[in-house]
């Protein structure tokens, strides 16, 4: 029975972002940050529901006396808030735009992840591709001084001629190994970015969509950017915490109920209200306003800094795509005069109207042109998922990657109302979290 042959895995480059954003442990670990800053929201508001606390004690009196003294005590107590001037609601309003804040940090991991993901790609392609080239180099030089040692026999070149071309032979196959290494070097950087080892790795064929022009880079990178989201929602949750430090320093009225029952009394409750007014902290309230407002002041200065860094770097990522797409062109240009000049010098080689010399000089500047062209191509593609990924359109869902997409509202639905572990949401919380301790 013949079996057919089994065929080797093939990578493509969307395949390997699949792969980065699937196994990422950084994204895993940014996921389980923006958590965290869910349950604030839930902390936030647990200050405006009911506050509920059983409390007992069992006290012995003088346990040196033979009498028996000891008595017990079961208090039940209830304090809610009426009103703090909307300091405990601001802080909810605060929160949740720190959420917000940080969903879009993690936007901006997803974009670093992918881009590093691409980088990785097309670094093994390009030193796969030197490998080659230097292998190449290493055969043709090889025949280069074996042509030179059949001169030399009959006369036509010196022993120094064979010595140059012994000696670019040698540099060669040092050459070789040191691109060998290189590519190694980038097989494990591909294996962290990726989560796997590169293989069969397909050669990109076409560039992404991209903007039409800078001007339009740079629209499209204020309107949908990451980094512009993230400060403006921390400016407003800095607002809010500025307004929440005001309300901090006006009074707080709470509804107080409480049942009690002890060994050695009669029962007792109470049912009250209680008003706090805040007089005079040593300062502390006012500091507070003062800190909250400077904070206010810091991100929207950082919003405008964000922008300014934002622009500068759309336009460095134009320019570097340009850059590129240049010296591929004229890569292009100098593989096609320096093939010509090599062909040219080897024919006036055989008829003693070159030295070895020449000849090896000729195919190292081919070589070398060659090598530019791969580089250059390279650098061609990493400019153009760089720019996408400094507009802000370097995502899964922009990609249109064939991943299963983390919900960042899913979590945050579950915990926003503060459900208790035996209620109907406290139970599908409790779902939710044995899922992400699975992954």
Known sequence: MNLAPLQAFAETLASALTAAYNNSNLLEQSRAILRTEDEDVAIALSSLLPNINARSTITLSNPSSARDNLSSTIALTLELLLWDAGRSQLAVESAKETVLAVRSELSQQEQTILLDAVNAYVQVLRDQRVVQLRESNLRLITQELRAARDRFEVGEVTRTDVAQAEARLAQARGSLVEAQGNLQITRELYKVTVGRAPSGLIGISRLPKLPSSLNAAKSTAKRVSPLIEQVQ?????????????????????????????????????????????????????????????????????????????????????????????????????????????????????????????????????????????????????????????????????????????????????????????????????????NRYQKN
Not at 300 to 309: D, F, Y
């Open 233 to 433: 929602h921390q400016i407003k949750a800095n607002e809010l915490n500025y307004a929440a430090a005001k309300a901090g320093t006006r009074p707080r009225i709470s509804f107080n109920s409480g049942i009690s029952h002890s060994s050695v009394s009669n029962n007792t409750s109470s049912i009250g209200i209680e008003m706090n007014v805040p007089i005079y902290q040593g300062g502390q309230l006012s500091a507070l306003v003062r800190k909250s407002l400077a904070a206010v002041h810091g991100s929207k200065a950082a919003l405008n800094q964000t922008a300014i860094v934002l622009d500068q770097n759309v336009a460095n990522a134009w320019s570097r795509l340009a850059v590129a797409n240049a010296q591929v062109t004229s890569a292009d240009r100098q593989i096609r005069a320096a093939q010509i000049a090599f062909d040219g010098v080897r024919e006036e080689a055989k008829l003693g109207a070159r030295t070895t010399l020449d000849v090896l000089d000729a195919e190292q500047a081919l070589f070398d042109a060659r090598t530019t062209r791969v580089v250059s191509e390279t650098q061609v593609y990493s400019a153009a998922y760089g720019l996408l990924a400094s507009v802000g359109l370097l995502t899964a869902d922009s990609l249109k990657l064939n991943v299963k997409r983390y919900d960042p509202t899913e979590y945050y639905n579950a915990v926003k109302g503060a459900p208790v572990p035996s209620s109907k949401a406290g139970k599908k919380l409790d779902r939710i979290l």
